[in-house]
């Protein structure tokens, strides 16, 4: 099993910025693909899940971030509008066996069954 995300960087406040994770070595459509991230010292969060039907965000990015299938095969993209220094974090591309179906909700944000390594994102105030 592999997640890798990419599109980490730096933004001042209101920007935007864009995140891919590409998963490979399981079954992509039976798993619920989720995005966390960790600040330093604080515990790690869930952000934004997505299935084939269902999509699921925190509160604190709900209307901020989307979350969506990729043009690449096994790939989801994380647009992240409206950026705020809060925001910074590293990033986490994640996949849970959930279901049949697979479905998101925030009782997922406990954690997963995968990580990929993570992409800093920096948002300067």
């Known amino acids: 099993v592999q997640l890798v995300e990419s599109g980490g960087g730096s933004v001042q406040a209101g920007g935007s910025l864009s995140l891919s994770c590409v998963a490979s070595g399981f079954s992509f459509d039976d798993y619920v693909i989720m995005w966390f991230r960790q600040a330093p010292g604080k515990r790690r969060e869930g952000v934004s899940c997505?299935?084939?039907?269902?999509?699921e965000y925190t509160d604190s990015v709900r209307g901020r971030f989307t979350v969506s299938r990729g043009s690449a095969v096994n790939s989801v993209n994380l647009q992240m509008n409206n950026l705020k220094p809060e925001d910074t974090a590293v990033y986490y591309c994640a996949a849970a066996l959930v279901g049949p179906p697979p479905t998101c909700s925030s009782a997922l944000w406990v954690g997963a069954d995968y990580y990929g390594p993570g992409t800093q994102v920096t948002v300067s105030s």
């Open positions: 997505i299935s084939r039907r269902t999509t």
